[in-house]
């Protein structure tokens, strides 16, 4: 893959909200009331546009005037995943300046690299990004902005198509300081894939006509009292999302194919023994993947009813869990028994751990109102 470059750096222009994000999992050992301590009694407009946000409720968001929300396409159709014969990632030493850190023609523009945590992990997803065939196909001739945001009351990341001009990533500062390798290609897997790589897959719109507007029974929750539980793109906050969650749609497929090809590189670099890979960035991936195609079904994509203040909300997080195992079990079901990433699997999703994922998110969002030291903001400041 090209080796890690350094340029002048432009201006980043803001990047507006485009599209919700999955949450993403947080190790077992977190308390899982800690990010909930005082917010019952906290009833600000700030601190309500900051959860609805982090948890993809951004109707809600919209409607409480925190911007537009809309989706920009883009181009070529990806590739099927895995390796596709990519060597081993070369790694290249990146020189502490205040500068453009780029790989080929995907670059961040205003990260801070006199911070080596923050520079190691920004090499690590340029390499990341740089040896995914379907990212790479998508993107052509074309360069690739990522640009850090200090946000909390929008999603934590967009990928926007500008046609000839480019792609531009925008990544909000908490998640990507606060989130390990896994989570952040998880959640970029999102942003790709199921938006606007899967709307450049020819004869898509044509397929997608057959999933569109119609029930689809949640994969675990088949057998409910009171009969299966359904999703449906038509009554779903953002009809993409429920389109990529239905296992066999072509916008699943998609979704799919991206997260685990990024699975397989994260393995291959387990197996290389690149510097600081280890088998947990692949596990958390496929956590990612999973929680955000359980979340969006069981909910129809209204994730916030399994927050603790909404009634209803233990059964909402139990039928996550559920579905999740379900997603996990089809996953594992379709990969060869000789899959580098097959002993990665994360292991089953309780109520307790969808519960910690939540509350993981809101605590790292408020964290984030507080500063955001992974942008360069040209004074060392």
């Not at 897997?189 to 020819?202: N, T, W």
């Not at 779903?236 to 998609?254: C, F, N, W």
């Not at 060869?336 to 307790?352: A, M, R, Y």
Request: aromatic share 6%.
């Amino acid at each position: 893959m090209p080796a890690l470059e350094e340029k002048s750096a432009p201006g980043a222009a803001r990047v507006g909200v485009k599209h919700a994000t999955p949450v993403a999992p947080v190790p077992a050992s977190a308390a899982p009331d800690a990010a909930y301590a005082g917010r019952a009694g906290d009833p600000s407009r700030a601190s309500m546009l900051a959860w609805q946000g982090s948890a993809g409720n951004m109707a809600v968001v919209q409607r409480m005037e925190a911007g537009p929300h809309r989706h920009e396409p883009s181009s070529r159709p990806p590739a099927g995943a895995g390796r596709g014969g990519t060597g081993t990632v070369q790694r290249a030493p990146v020189p502490i300046q205040l500068a453009r850190l780029s790989s080929g023609k995907i670059a961040f523009t205003n990260l801070n690299q006199e911070n080596e945590k923050y520079r190691e992990k920004a090499t690590r997803v340029l390499q990341l990004l740089s040896s995914h065939e379907a990212i790479q196909q998508f993107l052509g001739n074309r360069k690739c902005d990522i640009v850090i945001e200090q946000r909390t009351t929008e999603t934590p990341a967009d990928v926007v198509d500008r046609g000839e001009d480019g792609v531009t990533v925008t990544l909000a500062a908490y998640y990507f300081e606060s989130y390990d390798l896994g989570y952040i290609a998880g959640m970029l897997a999102h942003e790709f894939a199921i938006h606007p790589m899967a709307d450049k897959k020819p004869h898509l719109a044509q397929e997608e006509e057959g999933f569109k507007g119609l029930p689809f029974p949640v994969p675990g929750l088949e057998e409910s009292r009171g009969g299966p539980k359904m999703m449906n793109s038509e009554d779903a906050k953002q009809s993409d999302h429920v389109l990529g969650a239905i296992p066999g749609s072509p916008r699943y497929e998609v979704y799919k194919s991206v997260a685990l090809e990024m699975a397989n590189l994260l393995a291959q670099d387990v197996e290389n023994k690149e510097p600081n890979a280890t088998s947990k960035d692949v596990t958390d991936l496929l956590d990612c993947f999973l929680m955000d195609v359980a979340s969006i079904a069981a909910t129809n994509d209204d994730r916030l009813k399994g927050t603790p203040e909404k009634s209803g909300a233990m059964q909402v997080r139990k039928d996550i869990a559920t579905v999740y195992n379900k997603y996990k079990a089809l996953v594992s079901a379709g990969l060869p028994e000789n899959s580098p990433i097959k002993p990665f699997l994360p292991q089953d999703k309780t109520h307790w751990g969808v519960l910690k994922d939540f509350a993981t998110i809101a605590a790292r969002v408020a964290g984030g109102a507080m500063g955001a030291p992974s942008i360069d903001k040209g004074d060392n400041g």
